[in-house]
């Protein structure tokens, strides 16, 4: 079998056939992930198919895609190059994108994955060769794995070998075969939080795995730090240990392996038992990591631990010699973590006795609900699912970005690496402001795009965002004046915009209008008779009027009455219907004239005060318009 099944890494990797076997069900409760496969033509195949996600190249998690299933002529294995045949699947412009067909069988599934990846395919679909419940297509361990793996951004998956043949007689009959992938539920997403476990290894010489492990790790401590800091995700590292079985707990091999008499085991890092570094160093190491994430996590400081790993790895290497005690306590020190605390947490390796650390790492390993046993170093678990595909800062980002419940992911997700860019092409279809390009409903998220009023500078935009978008609340008038008529003549400005409330554009007092395109002078004297009384000559401004009195009388707008200068004498024609009402009652409404004459008097102290703020009181001949200039 050389393409490379799940189960071949999980032998070579551990102790060996001897301790890997006595793990009860190991292999059993392997748990592939599949993506929804869903054919949506022709009828003869259309339905929904169970696939599994290839452990290399880059699913989409969270999205979806949609192509057309190709059959090569020839090479269908995709051993070879394609380009040997003069095959090549680049799609057309505007054509769907091809999705691969290939058998399995002859080579590794990720050679076959990148044979097509070269020749232009989209995604491969392996077709299985025997009736099997379906695998995970793992990359090939050993030594000297061609670079290619990396290259693999293509995600793949391999379906069951019926599909397989009614895939290609459809296409064999020349129907078009369209296929739509969807990772959209590989990763539950229930709620706000998600919960994530990254299975790994201090090791840092057992192969491409592991650099692969190490680089995923420095590049990914950034958006695993925002996440954890931010209480978006709760992470927990783990380590895989292997118990070396009762017969062998005295001989050589275990007694390198292992720590506390045979009960914690990893494998020997050069796979040279008499040379270098033993697997018991590696138990050792991972329980110092595994230490250092609770004490970071009792003081509620969990990220600790990715810098105490990464600087662990730059510091520590085994390949420099310096992967001990001596220097982990270098790199604790340097992160002001307690190393009594530590060493306290570690225990004794040579006790005749558990570790509850230890022990409890080995329970976690057998699966839980849906998530099955993790078998492959590393191994990603996001909300309980173990993530399948190449572990690179950008698609892991995206896997436990698809965790969140729609609209509750936090911005590293919404972040430049990993959007969608749809928004670049007629605004993606969203709402735009017209008179300013940059306010736009449109928002790139992993997820595709999505048509959402928003938020500038603290003001809330409200609509459909799709074809209306209207700034809401506080603040709206200082963008683009709220979509409202404003003007301004003479030194003197207007606005339609009302800052408070979400009232639409309303004319300000002195216009009349709709208040959005126009908002157009009332001629206050003519229309709404204003400065009529026999003192009064009335002359309309924009916006306003201006009331004049005759003599040495001054206009008060509020009661559009003229009044003396000193305030003791009063001549409008309120007065003389005030005189008329006493002259007919007297005697009733003596006690309130009384009343009425010290209002008066209390109004006129008041009507001083007011114009007080507004002038100096010697220069009152000329009374400013005052009234209603601008909304602020
Ligand atoms: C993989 O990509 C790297 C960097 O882009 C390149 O140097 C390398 O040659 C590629 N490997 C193969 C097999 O194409
Ligand atoms: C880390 O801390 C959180 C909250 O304090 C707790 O729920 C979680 O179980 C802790 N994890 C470990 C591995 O101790
Ligand atoms: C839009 O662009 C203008 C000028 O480039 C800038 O002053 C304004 O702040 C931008 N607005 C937003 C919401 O980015
Ligand atoms: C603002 O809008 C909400 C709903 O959009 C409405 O219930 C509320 O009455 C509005 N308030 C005002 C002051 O118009």
């Not at 795995?209 to 996440?227: N, R, S, T």
């Not at 993606?428 to 306010?439: E, F, L, S, V």
């Not at 992993?446 to 603290?458: A, D, K, Q, S, W």
Request: glycine fraction near 10%; include cysteine; charged fraction near 25%.
């Amino acid at each position: 079998m050389a393409d490379s099944g799940s189960g071949f890494w999980f032998h070579s990797f551990f102790l060996g056939i001897l301790v890997a076997s006595s793990l009860p069900g190991a292999m059993c409760r392997f748990v592939v992930e599949k993506n929804s496969l869903r054919v949506t033509s022709p009828d003869s195949v259309k339905g929904t198919y169970d696939s599994a996600i290839g452990n290399f190249g880059i699913p989409q998690y969270g999205g979806s895609m949609a192509g057309v299933a190709v059959y090569p002529k020839d090479n269908r294995k995709g051993c070879q190059e394609f380009d040997k045949f003069g095959i090549s699947f680049q799609s057309k412009p505007g054509s769907l994108p091809s999705f691969v067909l290939v058998d399995r069988g002859d080579c590794f599934f990720a050679l076959k994955v990148w044979n097509a990846q070269k020749a232009g395919a989209s995604a491969v679909l392996v077709a299985d060769d025997t009736d099997e419940a379906l695998i995970t297509m793992d990359s090939p361990e050993e030594e000297g794995t061609p670079s290619y793996i990396e290259n693999i951004t293509i995600p793949s998956a391999l379906i069951e070998k019926e599909f397989g043949e009614r895939l290609r007689k459809a296409i064999g009959s020349g129907e078009m075969v369209n296929v739509n992938l969807d990772w959209r539920e590989a990763v539950p997403h229930p709620d706000d939080r998600v919960e994530y476990e990254l299975w790994t290894n201090s090791n840092d010489e057992c192969g491409v795995k592991c650099d692969m492990l190490l680089e995923f790790m420095k590049d990914f401590k950034g958006p695993a730090q925002i996440l954890e800091k931010g209480g978006y995700t709760q992470f927990t590292p783990h380590y895989i240990t292997w118990y070396c079985p009762q017969a062998f707990v005295l001989s050589k091999q275990c007694k390198s392996q292992c720590i506390n008499h045979g009960r914690y085991c990893a494998p020997d890092p050069e796979q040279d038992f008499s040379s270098g570094y033993d697997g018991k160093d590696v138990v050792i190491e991972n329980l110092r990591q595994l230490c250092v994430f609770r004490l970071a996590n009792e003081t509620s400081k969990p990220w600790i631990w990715w810098d105490y790993v990464t600087d662990f790895q730059i510091r520590c290497p085994m390949k420099e010699k310096k992967y001990n005690k001596e220097c982990a306590d270098g790199v604790l020190k340097s992160l002001g973590l307690d190393i009594k605390k530590i060493e306290k947490c570690m225990g004794d390796p040579n006790a005749d006795s558990d570790n509850p650390i230890l022990k409890e790492e080995q329970d976690a390993q057998i699966g839980k609900g849906s998530r099955g046993d993790v078998t492959i170093l590393p191994t990603l678990v996001v909300n309980n699912r173990q993530y399948r595909g190449k572990l690179e800062k950008g698609a892991v980002v995206k896997a436990i970005c698809a965790g969140f419940q729609e609209a509750t992911e936090p911005a590293v997700c919404l972040s430049s690496e990993i959007e969608t860019n749809e928004c670049l092409e007629n605004n993606g279809g969203c709402w735009q402001d017209k008179t300013a390009n940059n306010i736009t409903a449109c928002k790139d998220t992993f997820r595709g795009r999505v048509c959402e009023c928003p938020l500038v500078g603290g003001v809330q935009f409200k609509g459909d965002g799709y074809t209306t978008c209207e700034a809401s609340g506080p603040g709206r008038c200082q963008i683009n004046n709220g979509g409202c008529w404003q003007d301004s003549r003479d030194g003197r400005s207007y606005s339609a915009c009302l800052d408070v409330g979400n009232t639409t554009c309303k004319c300000p007092p002195g216009f009349k209008g709709d208040g959005v395109k126009s908002c157009e002078d009332i001629d206050e004297c003519e229309e709404k008779k204003a400065c009529q009384c026999p003192e009064c000559s009335c002359k309309d401004t924009w916006g306003s009027y201006e009331c004049t009195c005759s003599g040495d009388l001054l206009y008060m707008k509020d009661h559009d009455i003229c009044i003396s200068k000193t305030g003791a004498e009063t001549r409008s024609s309120w007065t003389a219907f005030w005189v008329i009402v006493i002259g007919l009652a007297m005697a009733a409404a003596g006690g309130y004239l009384i009343y009425k004459y010290r209002l008066r008097s209390y109004m006129d102290s008041e009507i001083r005060a007011i114009m007080a703020q507004y002038m100096p009181l010697d220069s009152q001949s000329e009374v400013p318009n005052h009234f209603n200039e601008q909304h602020p």
